[in-house]
C-alpha cells in the first residue's frame, strides 16, 4: 500500500439505489473511516470550514483520537461541506484509484442523502432549491422583487432573514422578467463566412442565465453567431444542483432523464451541447452519469456537452475566430469557479481571455465561499466571508478594471468581499468595480458584440 496515490483521481458511480446506501450505521462507519484518514493526514485543512471542523472535533476529544468523538459531532463537519469537489480533485492523495478510496464530497452526499430520504431536508432549504418555479414567478415581479431582496432594505431583510433563514447582508442574484430563451428566440445573425461555420450548438440556459442574467446567454450567442456556429435554447428544467446538494437523488435522477431525453435530438442533428454555468456543465458531464451509469442518453449527453468557455477555446483552437478581440484597458482579475476546475478541463476561462490581444489576466484559483445557496444562508454567511477572504484579498490587491468569474454566483459574492476588505483597509485596497461578469460578456465586449 503506498502512502499516497500519483494516478489521477477517478469518480465511481454513486450506489444510492441500493438500500444499505442510506443505512444509518453503514454511513456512520464509512464517515469514522474516512474522517480518520483525514485527522491522520490533513492535507486539506485550508480548503473550506469542514476541515477545520472535523480537525478540532477531533482534537478537542477526550483522547484526541476519533474513538471518543461522539457520532452526533459528524453533522456540522457534513453541514460545512458545499460539494465543490476540490479537496477530491485537488488535494487528497487517496481517492480511487488508490487503496482507500477516499471521495469525501459524495460522503458528505450519502449523508445528505439519507437525511433527505427521512425527511429532514427544511421547508425553506427545499423551496430555495426550486430555482424555475422561483424564477418564473418572482420574474413576474421582478422590480419589486429585486428591490425587496437589496441589502440596504431595513424593510424587507430581515423579514427574509427571519422567515427563510436568508441572511440579510447576503447579496441575492437579480430577477428578470424576460428570461434568455424568450431573448434567444431573436438572436443575431450567424456570420456564414467564418471559419466554423457549419457547427451548431444547443444551449442549455441554466436556471441561473434563464431567469437572473440573461446577458450572459446573448454574449455567449453573439460570440458563437460571430464565429459561424447556428445556435438554438433548450431548457427543460434545472439540472438539480440545488437538490444534489440536499441529497433529493431520486429527483435529480428525473430531471436529468428529462433533459437528457430533451437534448437526445439536437445531438442526433449534429448540434453540440453548451452549459452556460459551469455548476450545471459539471451535472451534465460528470454527476449524472455518476447517478445513472447504464443510462445510453445520460452517457452520450455527456459526451455531447461543453462549458461554454470550453467551446469557444476549441473553436479557436481547431477551426479559429472570425471575430478579432481588441485589448481591454485595465485587466481582468478572473475567478476561475470550482466547479469548473471539477471538469478537469484546464483553464478555459483564462485561455479564452488570453486570445485578446495584450490580455492582463490575474488569475484567482481559491475558493469564494458562496457554495450556491450555501453561502446566504444565515448561519453560513460568515463563514463564507471567512472562507473567501482570500480571493477576495486576491482580487482586490491587483486593482484591475474588471473582476469576472465564470460562476455568477461566486462573483456576487467576491465582489461584496472586496467591498468589506475595502472598507477593513482603505489606504492598501482600492474601491473594487461596481459590478462582476462572467469571462463570455467580457470576450464579447472585446469583440465588439454587446
Known sequence: MSEGGLAAPERLPIDWQNPDFYNADAIDEELRRVFDICHGCRLCFNLCDSFPRLFDLIDESESGELDTVSSEGFKPVVDACTLCDMCFMSTCP????????????????????????????????????????????????????????????????????????????????????????????????????????????????????????????????????????????????????????????????????????????????????????????????????????????IQRLAEATRDITEYIVEIAKNEGLAAEPKPLDGGVSLHLACHARAQNIGQKAAEMLRLIPDSDIKVIERCSGHGGSWGIKKENFETALKVGKNAFRAAGREDKAYVASECPLAGQHILQGMEMVHEENAETFKAPPKQTHHPVELFARACGLI
Open 94 to 297: 487517496y481517492t480511487p484509484p488508490h487503496e482507500f478510496m477516499l471521495d469525501f464530497p459524495h460522503l458528505m452526499l450519502r449523508y445528505r442523502a439519507a437525511e433527505h430520504k427521512a425527511g429532514d431536508t427544511g421547508f425553506w432549504d427545499r423551496q430555495l432549491a426550486k430555482t424555475d418555479r422561483n424564477g418564473k414567478l418572482i420574474g413576474m415581479v421582478a422590480p419589486a422583487a429585486n428591490w425587496a431582496s437589496k441589502t440596504d432594505n431595513k424593510l424587507t431583510r430581515p423579514i427574509l432573514e427571519d422567515i427563510a433563514g436568508i441572511d440579510r447582508n447576503a447579496d441575492l442574484p437579480k430577477y428578470h422578467g424576460k428570461s434568455f430563451a424568450a431573448h434567444a428566440a431573436h438572436g443575431p445573425e450567424v456570420n456564414t463566412a467564418a471559419p466554423a461555420a457549419g457547427r451548431k450548438a444547443v444551449f442549455y440556459a441554466t436556471c441561473f442565465v434563464n431567469y437572473n442574467n440573461p446577458d450572459i446567454g446573448r454574449a455567449a450567442q453573439a460570440i458563437l453567431a460571430a464565429n459561424g456556429v447556428e445556435t438554438a435554447v433548450d431548457y427543460p428544467e434545472c439540472c438539480g444542483m440545488p437538490q444534489l446538494e440536499q441529497g433529493d437523488l431520486d429527483d435529480v435522477a428525473r430531471r436529468a432523464k428529462k433533459v437528457a431525453s430533451a437534448m437526445k435530438p439536437w445531438i442526433d442533428k449534429g448540434y453540440d451541447v453548451v452549459a452556460l454555468v459551469p455548476s450545471c456543465a459539471l451535472m451534465l458531464k460528470f454527476e449524472w452519469p455518476l447517478i445513472l451509469p447504464d443510462d445510453p442518453e
